[in-house]
């Protein structure tokens, strides 16, 4: 089992929408399962999927529940939910005050072990301890960054706390919500992929067809597969896939 964290100390920059749309991607030909650490339960919603997690995320970390009793399916094949909500407010201080706190989310996790082939983590921005578990837990760290000075800074800090942790993860950033009619965003194509070994060459154009995920509620690929958004995410999946080679033991279906 392969676990992708989408995670970066900045918020807004399209975190939950590639975690969505590469679990759909990966659940092509692997068992997915998306686990919504954000409070705001946004990535659940795009799934439309029930934000009931039964006892809060702190009955799960205390091992009081077991995380399959509250996985979820989709509407697709192959793609599972576990849930965030309200309750993920307090993970921090959770986690805080269980051992090894830095770990948890890699021990829950291997409750499903045998269930799934890839995990993809939605992280809450900030460098926070549920951030540090993602990182600790993950093969790779997926970072959506915006052309902007203040996003290039955020590549550096992930870059510091994957560094500070003994994650050994690789660091897969790709440029998000790109707008070619801006200097500033065409430059940013052209030489960041160039300078930064770890930024690749995908690029996410800022367009409706992504915005559009909010009212069908809906990866991008199922209702606009043919779009330039929609084929950015399709080969960003291909070059993570790539790098942490997931193994698919059974399809479900
Ligand atoms: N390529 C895009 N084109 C247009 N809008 C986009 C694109 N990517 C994301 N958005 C929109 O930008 C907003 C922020 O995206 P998203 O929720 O994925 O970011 P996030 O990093 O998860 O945010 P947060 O830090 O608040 O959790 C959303 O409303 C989303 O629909
Ligand atoms: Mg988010």
Not at 139 to 150: E, I, N, T
Not at 213 to 223: D, F, L, V, W
Request: net charge positive.
């Amino acid at each position: 089992m392969k676990v992708i964290a989408v995670y970066s100390t900045k918020g807004g920059v399209g975190k939950k929408t590639a975690a969505v749309n590469l679990a759909w991607e990966a659940a092509k030909e692997f068992r997915v399962l998306l686990w919504d650490l954000d409070p705001q339960g946004a990535a659940t919603f795009l799934l439309q999927v029930k934000p009931k997690v039964k006892g809060g995320v702190a009955a799960l970390v205390a091992g009081d529940s077991k995380v399959s009793g509250a996985i979820r399916s989709t509407a697709y094949d192959n793609l599972d939910v576990l849930p965030g909500n309200a309750s993920y407010r307090d993970l921090d201080l959770v986690l805080d005050h269980a051992k090894k706190s830095e770990q948890r989310v890699a021990k829950i996790l291997e409750q499903v072990e045998r269930d799934y082939d890839v995990v993809i983590l939605d992280c809450p921005p900030g460098a926070s301890l549920v951030a540090e578990n993602a990182v600790f837990s993950a093969d790779a760290v997926v970072v959506p960054l915006v052309p902007s000075p203040l996003s290039m800074r955020s590549l550096e800090q992930v870059v510091e706390f994957v560094g500070a942790s003994v994650s050994k993860a690789r660091i897969v950033g790709f440029l998000s919500m790109v707008d070619r009619r801006k200097t500033l965003h065409r430059t940013t194509v052209e030489q960041l992929p160039q300078a930064q070994k770890a930024v690749t060459d995908v690029v996410v154009p800022a367009t409706v067809h992504v915005e559009r995920m909010g009212t069908e509620r809906a990866p991008i690929g199922s209702y606009a597969p043919g779009v330039e958004a929609a084929r950015a995410y399709g080969e960003l999946w291909a070059l993570i896939r790539g790098a942490v080679k997931p193994k698919a033991r059974r399809k479900k279906s």
